[in-house]
C-alpha cells in the first residue's frame, strides 16, 4: 500500500519496493509505474479511510489463499465472485480454490471470468477446474466453416473389432 494524503491505497503487490509516483486529481488519486498508470482511486478526503483494489492483492491469494476468508481487500469484488467465495469458504480448502479463480483473471480478463463464474453457478456444480474449463470454452477460437467438397465415400467403414483382433494375432504369430 501507499500513503496517499494521510490515508493508505492499495498498489499491486508486484510493485512492492519499487519507486512509483503519484498525481492527485480533483475525484482520483493515480499511481504511475515506469510512465504508466498501474492503479487509480477514487480520492478519500476524511482521515483515515483505506482505498482497496482487490485485483492488486491476487499474487498475494496466489501464494497465500488464506487471506480470502477475512481480507478486507475482497469485500469490493463484484457480486458473482461474492456468491462464489461464499459457496466455496464453506467447503474444505475452498479458499484454495477459489485463488485459482482469482488468479484467472488476470490472464483472462474480468469479465470472461464473471460470465464463467455467472455460468458455473447457474449449473450448481462449483469447482476451479469448472470455471476455467468454462473460461476456455468462452476464449476458445471458433471452429473453422465447413469446406465443400466433391469426395464421397464409396463404402463406409464397419465398426468391427474382430478385425482388429485379428491383425493383433497375425502380429503374435509374428514374434
Not at 461464499?86 to 490472464?107: F, H, N, T, W
Amino acid at each position: 500500500r501507499i500513503s496517499a494524503a494521510r490515508n493508505p491505497d492499495s498498489v499491486p503487490g508486484e510493485l512492492a519496493s519499487k519507486l512509483i509516483s503519484k498525481r492527485f486529481y480533483p475525484e482520483r488519486i493515480a499511481v504511475i509505474f515506469d510512465d504508466t498508470v498501474v492503479a487509480s482511486h477514487p480520492r478519500l478526503f476524511e482521515r483515515g479511510q483505506t482505498g482497496y483494489d482487490w485485483r492488486h492483492y491476487i499474487s498475494l491469494v496466489e501464494r497465500k489463499p488464506g487471506v480470502l476468508r477475512n481480507g478486507a481487500p475482497f469485500g469490493d469484488m463484484p457480486e458473482p465472485l461474492v456468491r462464489l467465495q461464499r459457496l466455496l469458504l464453506k467447503r474444505e480448502g475452498g479458499d484454495r480454490v477459489m485463488s485459482q479463480v482469482l488468479c484467472a483473471v488476470p490472464k483472462a480478463g474480468l469479465e470472461p471470468v464473471l460470465v464463467a463464474v455467472e455460468l458455473v453457478l447457474e449449473s450448481g456444480a462449483v469447482s476451479a477446474e469448472h470455471v476455467l474449463n468454462v473460461l476456455s470454452r468462452l476464449n476458445s477460437a471458433a471452429l473453422p466453416a465447413q469446406v465443400e467438397t466433391t469426395l464421397r465415400i464409396k463404402e463406409a467403414p464397419l465398426a468391427n473389432t474382430d478385425r482388429y483382433d485379428a491383425l493383433r494375432q497375425k502380429a503374435v504369430n509374428h514374434a
